[in-house]
């Protein structure tokens, strides 16, 4: 009589709620989590999908690349690597160019470039609008035409539609901008200082052979390009590029102030979404390197 009631009670016990919760959380602390890269806590479910969704790949670099992907910088190491959406790519003293997935266009990153990609889905299915910012530095683009997307194209003083074009965006700094077209159409609109203004409704057209510079204090002025622009080339070795002309990590931590950007990490494998391995930083890997002092107290004469 005693053991069945025993039996009974140890029942109640087992389907009670509390032991089941209680269970449970043993269980999760008990099972190891995968290392992954995450985005920010604060974004919903439907913000925290279109951020892991890859939109293009790194496919060839040289010199130093990094890439920014949830707050987080890393530099690449091998290719190919996928963007998701919202990650920003970064040459110091190197190239990089960039597939997207939808259309096979390219973008070639001269040194010193710094940009972010986004791709957002449009009212119809299958339609994207793809964004392109550009911060800093130089790059040719090679833009395929399609009927389901658009890519935009902005620079801290213009911004316009790509389709269909060839060309080079070169950014000197947060003042002034200059565009040449090899190929294709590119309507252009400057970009005011405040939004409403007069200035930020001007729209310049150009057409193949045609540069355009666009300043912030100036109206937009187009004019017959000097030389068509040319694809920069990846198959040189990093100490033969130019150096950059301008500091591009000061304007990145002025413009975005990103955490940790003097501890960049060395990133490597496919993608992040995937479980790219994030090896030690760059700041840990010197100090593994410097020689451990030695203890002289020995050999010291008392």
Not at 53 to 72: E, S
Not at 141 to 170: C, Y
Request: charged share 25%; hydrophobic share 35%; with cysteine.
């Amino acid at each position: 009589m005693r053991r069945s009631k025993m039996k009974f009670l140890l029942c109640l016990l087992l389907a009670s709620p509390a032991f089941a919760a209680e269970k449970h959380a043993t269980q999760a602390d008990a099972t190891p989590q995968p290392a992954t890269l995450q985005a920010p806590a604060q974004a919903g479910p439907a913000q925290k999908d279109a951020e892991q969704q890859p939109v293009a790949t790194v496919t060839k670099v040289t010199g130093d690349v990094l890439v920014r992907h949830a707050q987080a910088w890393g530099r690449v190491t091998e290719v190919p690597l996928e963007l998701l959406n919202g990650d920003a790519v970064s040459t110091d003293r190197g190239r990089a160019e960039v597939h997207f997935l939808r259309d096979d266009s390219t973008l070639v990153l001269d040194v010193g470039t710094h940009l972010t990609i986004a791709e957002a889905e449009g009212g119809t299915a299958g339609n994207a609008l793809r964004r392109i910012e550009i911060f800093l530095g130089d790059v040719w683009f090679q833009m395929q035409r399609g009927l389901n997307h658009k890519t935009e194209l902005a620079t801290p003083t213009a911004v316009g539609g790509l389709r269909g074009t060839q060309g080079l965006v070169r950014v000197k700094n947060a003042e002034q901008s200059e565009f040449t077209l090899a190929e294709g159409e590119l309507e252009m609109t400057k970009r005011a200082r405040s939004s409403g203004s007069a200035g930020e409704q001007q729209s310049v057209r150009l057409t193949a052979g045609q540069t355009m510079r666009a300043h912030r204090d100036q109206p937009l002025q187009a004019g017959k390009a000097a030389a068509l622009p040319t694809r920069p080339a990846l198959n040189v070795a990093a100490n033969q590029l130019p150096k950059p002309r301008n500091n591009w990590r000061e304007l990145v931590s002025k413009s975005e102030r990103p955490p940790g950007i003097k501890q960049v990490q060395r990133l490597s494998g496919r993608t992040p979404q995937s479980g790219a391995k994030l090896e030690q930083t760059a700041k840990a890997s010197r100090s593994s390197k410097r020689p451990k002092p030695t203890n002289n107290r020995a050999n010291t004469p008392h």
